[in-house]
């Protein structure tokens, strides 16, 4: 599949973009698009939470009553958690939340995501460029020749740009990564997926 090449300022070039069947024209696999993307948004999880039990309860643990003949319940401490204030039944504890994943079927995701963004029309295809500083008001610009302003976007890049990294960095809904860094649960995050030229290639040598 061919893809014209456009330039930062919206315009045409007579360069074009080889993108691979084997890529973005194969046969989606959903259950795998879920495993990456339970996976990645699992890995995002602390797990420090932390209530605390009865015996970590700083309490009294006088008997509060006789046993008998009050018409109520036996008590013998304050840290039960019947109590205001007494300690937590079966409460979070700290965990590791990550889990394994094949190699395989973080790839078949990658490759599913990017063959639902080719059928949406949602891939673009720019020249690599970079910014001589980092400002906002150019990448601003950019989406705005590219008509992606009010959308979700994902600009993917063949290398680290720290200045178009920093001027992406304020712009709501605007995210930049490096191509080796592509995930599932981006791609699908955005509503558009923008490639520099560069980035086809890597992206190609990784998934394929």
């Known amino acids: 599949m061919q893809v014209?090449?456009?330039?930062?300022?919206?315009?045409?070039t007579s360069k074009k973009a080889e993108l691979i069947d084997a890529i973005y024209n194969s046969?989606?696999?959903?259950?795998?698009?879920?495993l990456d993307v339970k996976q990645y948004l699992a890995?995002?999880?602390q797990g420090t939470h932390k209530s605390l039990e009865r015996a970590e309860i700083n309490r009294t643990t006088k008997k509060l009553k006789r046993q008998k003949g009050t018409g109520g319940a036996r008590a013998g401490s304050m840290k039960s958690p019947l109590f205001v204030g007494g300690g937590r039944v079966?409460?979070?504890?700290?965990?590791?939340?990550?889990?394994?994943?094949?190699?395989?079927?973080?790839?078949t995701a990658r490759v599913s995501a990017l063959t639902y963004k080719a059928k949406e029309n949602a891939i673009?295809?720019?020249?690599?460029?970079?910014?001589?500083a980092p400002k906002t008001k150019n990448y601003t610009d950019l989406l705005k020749n590219l008509n992606l302003s009010a959308k979700k976007t994902l600009l993917v890049l063949p290398d680290t740009n720290k200045n178009v990294y920093l001027s992406a960095r304020n712009i709501q809904g605007a995210q930049v990564v490096k191509a080796s860094d592509l995930?599932?649960?981006?791609?699908l995050n955005a509503n558009n997926v923008i490639l520099a030229e560069g980035s086809v290639k890597v992206i190609e040598n990784i998934l394929s």
Do not use: A, M, W
Request: charged residues 35%; contains cysteine.
């Open 90 to 107: 079966f409460g979070p504890k700290p965990r590791d939340y990550s889990f394994k994943l094949n190699k395989k079927v973080k790839r």
């Open 124 to 132: 673009t295809v720019i020249e690599d460029f970079n910014f001589e």
């Open 4 to 12: 014209e090449i456009i330039n930062i300022s919206g315009k045409k």
């Open 43 to 45: 890995n995002q999880r």
């Open 183 to 187: 995930n599932t649960y981006d791609i």
């Open 27 to 34: 046969e989606p696999n959903d259950h795998c698009i879920y």
